[in-house]
């Protein structure tokens, strides 16, 4: 099963190489990471999106407890939560194509963020899910380039997760 | 007015470095010079404080410092270079680290503008030993230095304890840069804070579980030893009058001549000690880890039991096997709570069911008892344990290396002690017997410190005889030299046809004369007869260290050994039998 786990960590270097090393060291699946700081600077925030079952998912949160830089974390699949992720794609565009691609960007609440006579690029922001499914619907147009953050995380309500 | 006393002294980075260690209570530190810590041993050089041994290569700096934690409960300190001083050091981190030994490695480093340009001598050990540590820092600044020392001491010592390596840059260490020295009492850190108490309520829960148990055994390991608490098991086992076992990492735990004891379990194990395991309606595990070696094939292991798990470490809970009641925290004070728990509430166990599995286990008892093969033209491995068992009235602190010879000392080295036999368990670290019955013999200089070895083993650390005279280390080492990696040999034995692929050992060298080399005194045993005479003069000199070599029979296996992919209680008994 799919896990998004939101990681706080000192804002210190190496952190995150134990981290990134714990996974490759035991064996878990890594599909996405995403770190930055938050708005303390001395605290980082990493949302990992990994899978496995109960046990392992259990290991791994045990394991990442035991890095010593790690501050708090928790698995925001457990509960109502909000992912996003963040997408943008250069496209090329003909002329007949163009009126299209932009069609279909506006549909997914997608904005062209830049463009050339041959080329559009286009933001999308959403789910994972919808994100491949924006990919899906740009058949029949030449994709140049993808790039993706990763997703990030926050729960539903009033739980936090902070110092 | 501030007194001119009270104004904190000025002392360079590598001062303060060997300040923080004496403070910290440090009295010996391993290691070996070289250019990235030139600073920091003439630091050393001018004081008196903390005294420096000088090894004959890195890893045996990190094997003494290791067996001295594990003797002592104490951090043990290296120091080592940059570069391949840190590199040599590895082996030693990663024992420390598998068998959870509590250690601060400090590794210099190439000057800070350095780094990152392939320096002479430079290697990122921070990244090399990332998975091997408990934890690693770097000094970016030299006056953090006695904080980083402290805060490595904590780290190591604290919780599931472990290494911690520590990389101080050379231009953090200069003579003439100086800094207002204060070591700090104690430390706390916002994201690192061990549970050490356990929680009443399942503390009170496993107590009713293990009280309502037919069939109960307690199965414990090297977290008792670390923990501490031999005593509080020791008074909790013979409270509720159930048997016990111990892990490799566990023995001495629990008295070995005492009647509830049935040995130890897993791989090597006891047949009586695997039986019951098996058999056991209630296993209640005690800093141990459920270890690959003990478990034998997890889905086939203990059918029937409830188990219940105290351990510091969260992660070792549920990791291999699921356990029922588990217990997070230090297993000392959670034992003692277990038994005020019982003091208040008076429980025991049925006794009739408890009769009952006892004389079951009377049964278990007989069918293998530690028997094994009497040879007239060889010396047998196991008879030599036993003699020196008795030539140290088995009181020695004993260290082994790996192999065979690991698991007969483990067998027929009845410990009664806890923190007195020292070994690579988790690891499997071929050269730490030498080294770490060197550490042992230089903090516990009237104690008879005895390596049990074996021709394969002691060659990867050899060199460490010329340490020994240095420092007047006068150990016993009882190298049982079958002319074969014995190990390798019994598997190759049971599973290849007996095809030795580099398992024979040819061109040994004549470890008499190497032993007398290097100042020691060498015997060689060859005869069963010999034996009794050079074990005699071996212990009776006691300002020297004596090397015996002692030849045993090159075709013995060890048994009882668990068949792969079976229960814990599938084994072979013998070259003929099994269950």
Redesign the interface.
Known sequence: MRHILSVLLENESGALARVVGLFAQRGYNIDSLTVAATEDPTISRLTLVTRGDDQVIEQITKQLHKLIEVVKLADLSESAHIERELMMVKVKTTAEQREEVKRCADIFRGQIIDITANTYTIQVVGTSDKLEAFIQALNGTQILETVRSGVSGISRGERTLSL | MTSQNTQPELLSGGAMLIRALADEGVEYVYGYPGGAVLHIYDAMFQQHQVKHVLVRHEQAATHMADAYARASGKAGVVLVTSGPGATNAVTGIATAYMDSIPMVVICGQVMSHLIGDDAFQETDM??IS??IV???M?VRRPEDIPYLVKKAFY?AQSGRPGPVVLDIPKDMTIPSQKFPYEYPKDIK????NPNAKGHPGQIKKALTTLLAAKKPVLYSGGGVILGQASEELTTLARKLNIPVTNTLMGLGAYPASDPQFIGMLGMHGSYEANQVMHNADVIFAVGARFDDRVTNATKKFCPNATIIHIDI???SI??TVNAHIPIVGLVKPVLQEMLQQLEKNQGQLDQQALGHWWQQIQQWREVHGGRYEQSAAHLKPQAVIEAVHRHTKGDAYVTSDVGQHQMFAAQYYKFDKPNRWINSGGLGTMGFGLPAAMGVKLHYPEAEVVCVTGEGSIQMNIQELSTCKQYGLNVKIINLNNGYLGMVKQWQDMNYDSRYSSSYMDSLPDFVKLAEAYGHVGIRVTKAEELEPALERAFALKDKLVFLDIHVDPTEHVYPMQIPGGAMNEMFLSKTERT
């Open positions: 921070l990244g990332r998975p408990k934890h690693n770097s780290i850190l916002r994201s690192y470490d969260p992660a549920s990791k």
